[in-house]
Nanobody, 117 residues
């Protein structure tokens, strides 16, 4: 079993910044990828950003150039720096990881990010 502990999130004005963090613990023999997805009310869950083995980043189109994922899969922790936030970024942000050797995926409980004036 793998546990994901998220922190950060909250209320921010348009144009502002926030930082999310997520730490993984438990039976992690190999961590293939780790990152963030989000889900806004009435919408499907979508990719925000992930780090694959070798710390290779992958960003969703909606956040490209505004969000930065960092950390280290070797450390089992990732950070998401969110800048130039827009009301459309309002969503519940979920931490996600894929681990092995038997490939399994785990999700965090989610943290609310609200962008509003």
């Amino acid at each position: 079993q793998v546990q994901l502990v998220e922190s950060g999130g909250g209320l921010v004005q348009p144009g502002g910044s926030l930082r999310l963090s997520c730490a993984a613990s438990g039976n992690i023999f190999r961590l293939y990828a780790m990152g963030w997805y989000r889900q806004a009310p009435g919408k499907q869950r979508e990719l925000v950003a992930t780090l694959s083995e070798g710390d290779i980043p992958n960003y969703g189109d909606a956040v490209m150039g505004r969000f930065t994922i960092s950390g280290g899969n070797a450390k089992n922790i990732v950070y998401l720096e969110m800048a130039s936030l827009k009301p459309d970024d309002t969503a519940v942000y979920y931490c996600w990881t894929r681990v092995g050797p038997t490939v399994r995926e785990y999700w965090g409980q989610g943290t609310q990010v609200t962008v509003s004036s």
